[in-house]
């Protein structure tokens, strides 16, 4: 059974960091796509960063571009967003997520992954 827990949430104050965990257990594939989404009250949910490990390339949507990194610790089976320069519009439910590939042409579609976690709020104050 797949399990995928995030953690490292919190409020900050405009221009603050955090960094997001997801321990993940349970999926057994070599390769993998790994992918963090987040959705703000009132909107669809949205690719962040995504890291294929296949290929090793990562994919970040232009609004994250310079400020988010993502990053694996394969041993560990956890994935991280370290998340620098935060801004109000940064505020959100945070999601990370696990399917077997992805693309530059599809990893930001929830509906290619197939294991969620309960997901980790993000608050960022002005």
């Known amino acids: 059974q797949v399990q995928l827990v995030e953690s490292g949430g919190g409020s900050v104050q405009a221009g603050g960091s955090l960094r997001l965990s997801c321990a993940a257990s349970?999926?057994?594939?070599?390769?993998?796509?790994m992918g963090w989404f987040r959705q703000a009250p009132g909107k669809e949910r949205e690719g962040v960063a995504a890291?294929?490990?296949?290929?090793?390339?990562?994919y970040y949507a232009d609004s994250v571009k310079g400020r988010f990194t993502i990053s694996q610790d394969k041993p560990k089976k956890t994935l991280y967003l370290q998340m620098n320069s935060l801004k109000p519009e940064d505020t959100a439910m945070y999601y990370c997520?696990?399917?077997?590939?992805?693309?530059?042409?599809?990893?930001?579609?929830?509906?290619?992954?197939?294991?969620w976690g309960q997901g980790t709020q993000v608050t960022v104050s002005s």
């Open positions: 997520a696990v399917t077997g590939y992805c693309s530059g042409s599809d990893w930001d579609e929830p509906g290619r992954f197939g294991y």
């Open positions: 349970g999926y057994t594939y070599s390769s993998y796509c």
């Open positions: 890291i294929y490990t296949g290929a090793r390339i990562t």
